[in-house]
């Protein structure tokens, strides 16, 4: 009886233990980037603030036991400091500063964008992508540059059409959440 008990137990710890060597691990990264800071000045007798900008990226991504990317999320929160003449900051709203997903269509990228898909849905474009691939085959996605704002633009068919915007910082991004994932 006893080595009947012993067989059951061992049998249970190798189940338990096989089906947590195949269970989906998860990865959450944050990275921030900073802009160009532009100085106050004064033009044509009028003061304009400077501007200090600051970008956040969260990255939520789940990986399979193969290191397969089953979803992945991202949203970004842009905050633009602002300061006067004197060097002192402009007051603003600073305590709830919405992200680019609850900007949704009030963000403005649809104007700007030459497919004319606002952020989210390009980022959305984006996330498909990424689902079903590994980060390094993500990472390997071409790029071109567009401008001295987009130098990692995609370069290949199925994305290209889609998302118009940089990926570069959310490549960065992803590969920080892989590298965090348990």
């Given amino acids: 009886m006893k080595k009947l008990i012993a067989l059951v137990l061992v049998s249970l710890l190798m189940v338990s233990l096989f089906s947590?060597?195949?269970?989906?691990?998860?990865?959450?990264?944050?990275?921030t980037s900073y802009g160009t800071v532009k100085n106050a000045e004064t033009k044509d007798g009028e003061?304009?603030?400077?501007?200090?900008?600051?970008?956040s990226i969260v990255c939520s991504v789940?990986?399979?036991?193969?290191?397969?990317?089953?979803s992945v999320r991202f949203d970004t929160v842009?905050?633009?400091?602002?300061?006067?003449?004197?060097?002192?900051?402009?007051?603003?709203?600073?305590?709830?500063?919405?992200?680019?997903i609850e900007k949704g269509d009030d963000y403005g990228m649809r104007k700007a964008s030459s497919i004319g898909?606002?952020?989210?849905?390009?980022?959305?474009?984006?996330?498909?992508?990424?689902?079903?691939k590994t980060v390094e085959e993500v990472l390997k996605t071409p790029t071109k540059v567009r401008d001295d704002n987009h130098q990692n633009v995609p370069d290949v068919a199925d994305l290209a059409t889609s998302v118009t915007m940089?990926?570069?910082?959310y490549m960065e991004a992803l590969e920080k959440a892989a590298s965090m994932a348990k």
């Fill in 20 to 31: 947590v060597a195949l269970a989906d691990t998860h990865g959450l990264a944050l990275l």
């Fill in 47 to 55: 003061a304009y603030p400077g501007e200090a900008p600051v970008d």
């Fill in 62 to 70: 789940v990986l399979d036991d193969s290191g397969v990317i089953k």
């Fill in 78 to 100: 842009q905050i633009r400091t602002k300061f006067d003449l004197e060097g002192k900051l402009v007051e603003g709203e600073y305590a709830a500063i919405p992200s680019k």
């Fill in 117 to 132: 898909k606002e952020w989210f849905e390009q980022i959305a474009a984006f996330e498909e992508y990424c689902v079903g």
């Fill in 166 to 169: 940089d990926i570069g910082h």
